[in-house]
């Protein structure tokens, strides 16, 4: 099935500090993706579409630059928590739709636990 | 605002019983839903896809859709204590755009 490949899978950081994420087709190529945070016990909350070559596209409430995103090629989108502060802390998820396969379902990177202390 | 309404459960079934899951959406104009499951601490795992109604079945999961009620629900035959997860409806909205639902927890009881 497809693969998405996301790093790091855990990172702790001071405050003020940033911290960068990447996610990876391994096995397709993906012109869109997406990324997700995750709060305990809550939801996947969508936070913004990636988009190779061009400006990703912000979910209502999403600070742009906090959240920056880049997708530069059609196998990577990074995500960079600028500035992080604790209530930063929370499960990020990116995901791309399988393009061609069975309707594209979104399929997941395992996830990056950040913690901000 | 497009929203996906679930259960939070949590529902408790016994090895071997039945499990019945149920999700319904606001935009009248979606056409691909998604069932994924949640493990504690772990990225979703798609489970299945539906975009025509009736059912689908795909050994012990049967998803079924009705788009005039807005509604989808997935059903677990033969249920088993590794069944036990937090399980997700999603529905695409628009391109690949997908929302999710809050999730249903379900413990499968040996």
């Known amino acids: 099935g497809a693969v998405v490949s996301q790093h790091p899978s855990r990172v702790i950081c001071k405050s003020g500090t940033s911290v960068k994420i990447e996610c990876r087709s391994l096995d397709f190529q993906a012109t869109t993706m997406f990324w997700y945070r995750q709060f305990p016990k809550k939801s996947l909350m969508l936070m913004a579409t990636s988009n190779e070559g061009s400006k990703a596209t912000y979910e209502q409430g999403v600070e742009k630059d906090k959240f920056l995103i880049n997708h530069a090629s059609l196998t990577l989108s990074t995500l960079t928590v600028t500035s992080a502060h604790p209530e930063d802390s929370s499960f990020y998820i990116c995901?791309?739709?399988?393009?061609?396969?069975?309707?594209?379902?979104?399929?997941f990177g395992n996830g990056t636990r950040l913690t901000v202390t | 605002q497009k929203e996906v309404e679930q259960n939070s459960g949590p529902l408790s079934v016994p090895e071997g019983a039945i499990a019945s899951l149920n999700c319904t959406y606001s935009d009248r104009g979606s056409q691909s839903f998604f069932w994924y499951r949640q493990y504690s601490g772990k990225s979703p795992e798609l489970i299945m896809f539906?975009?025509?109604?009736g059912d689908k079945e795909d050994g012990r999961f049967t998803a079924q859709l009705n788009k005039a009620s807005q509604y989808v629900s997935l059903l677990i035959r033969d249920s088993q204590p590794s069944d036990s997860a937090t399980y997700l409806c999603a529905v695409r909205v628009g391109g690949f755009k997908t929302i999710f639902g809050a999730g249903t927890r379900l413990f499968v009881k040996a």
């Open positions: 995901s791309a739709p399988a393009f061609g396969r069975d309707n594209s379902p979104l399929h």
């Open positions: 539906i975009y025509s109604n």
